[in-house]
């Protein structure tokens, strides 16, 4: 009586291997653009946070620039910061009677060509990659 051998020969393994490519190639495109809307969204709700604590400021020392103590506005450290810090630059620019915040891609977020740099003022206008168009808001923001 002779023993069965067991295992796979190499045209099945290869043909497995074939098919796992197949879809790691069709999966990981989609799940990369899934990532880079995903931290988009987060970095836009982060804004608009930041943006309601631009409000509070003005509200306590009618000056966008200047905290009620008379020190230079510093967006606070919030855990949306730190948790965006390695794909966006969250930055401020304010005077007395404005501000625009600033959200810069970097690093893997580079890759969102399409939406790049988020802004948000002090008036509630809100642009991405140099654009405010309402069609370019709805997409990005």
Known sequence: MQQ???????M???VAVTIIGIIVAVALPSYNSHMLTTRRTTT???VVELAQFMERV??????????NA???TVLPASSCRNDLADFYTLSLVATAQAFTLTATPIGAQTND???GILTLNHAGARTAA???TAAKV???W
């Open 4 to 10: 069965q051998q067991r295992g796979f020969s190499l």
């Open 12 to 14: 099945e393994l290869m």
């Open 44 to 46: 836009t709700s982060c």
């Open 58 to 67: 003005y509200t306590t020392s009618m000056d966008y620039s200047k905290d």
């Open 70 to 72: 008379g020190k230079a």
């Open 113 to 115: 060509t399409s939406c």
């Open 130 to 132: 140099g654009v405010g």
């Open 138 to 140: 709805r997409e990005c």
